[in-house]
T-cell receptor, first 117, second 111 residues
Framework: DAGVIQSPRHEVTEMGQEVTLRCKPI?????LFWYRQTMMRGLELLIY????????DSGMPEDRFSAKMPNASFSTLKIQPSEPRDSAVYFC???????????????FGEGSRLTVL | GQSLEQPSEVTAVEGAIVQINCTYQ??????LSWYQQHDGGAPTFLSY????GLEETGRFSSFLSRSDSYGYLLLQELQMKDSASYFC????????????FGAGTRLFVKA
């Protein structure tokens, strides 16, 4: 089975540009998470969805960040306008409600490494 | 809210045993999980403790004591490939599957 698929794997952009990161969760997984990882702040939960509905976006840093999940197989994280401090690795993860005996195991994509110059 | 504390770095020699501790403060959670992340890679699930006690999976074991707000990951027969970052994480009881991660412990395995 295919895992969580993220694109692009790497993106270099200039400050002020719009960035869109994409994620395809594992089929049948009804939870989807967006995390940001930096050396300084570790793995931060930005937002998560259940059945395509945003449940908690309290980790979204500011209004420049937005996330959508139009259907069960696709989600986007958008940054507009981007700033150098947004440089990080952005991970998407998914999990099924009843997966693995209720452990809540998260299945991560390979991440999107964003560099904002 | 949730907060988790882990040591930033641990160094051990090949073949040895190492324990990575995690203490947490939380208003309620379902269980404690551990993830491994190699440089440039994605976090991968290692283990989960929903109840107090020890869970064993091959060379890795994990322990939870809710009364002490404490858990640990035990790695035995260390191999060079175990050099990685290890994260403890809690699943927030109030938030369903909302999962919060500790800052991670960097493990260096030396020959």
């Amino acid at each position: 089975d295919a895992g969580v698929i993220q694109s692009p794997r790497h993106e270099v952009t200039e400050m002020g540009q719009e960035v869109t990161l994409r994620c395809k969760p594992i089929s049948g997984h009804d939870y989807l998470f967006w995390y940001r990882q930096t050396m300084m702040r570790g793995l931060e939960l930005l937002i998560y969805f259940n059945n395509n509905v945003p449940i908690d976006d309290s980790g979204m840093p500011e209004d420049r960040f937005s996330a959508k999940m139009p259907n069960a197989s696709f989600s986007t994280l958008k940054i507009q306008p981007s700033e150098p401090r947004d440089s990080a690795v952005y991970f998407c993860a998914s999990t099924p409600t009843s997966g693995r005996g209720g452990t809540g195991e998260l299945f991560f994509g390979e991440g999107s490494r964003l560099t904002v110059l | 809210g949730q907060s988790l504390e882990q040591p930033s770095e641990v160094t051990a020699v090949e073949g040895a045993i190492v324990q990575i501790n995690c203490t947490y403060q939380t208003s309620g959670f379902y269980g404690l999980s551990w993830y491994q992340q190699h440089d440039g890679g994605a976090p991968t699930f290692l283990s989960y403790n929903g109840l107090d006690g020890l869970e064993e999976t091959g060379r890795f074991s994990s322990f939870l004591s809710r009364s002490d707000s404490y858990g640990y990951l035990l790695l035995q027969e260390l191999q060079m490939k175990d050099s990685a970052s290890y994260f403890c994480a809690v699943r927030d009881r109030g938030g369903g599957f909302k999962t919060i991660f500790g800052a991670g412990t960097r493990l260096f395995v030396k020959a």
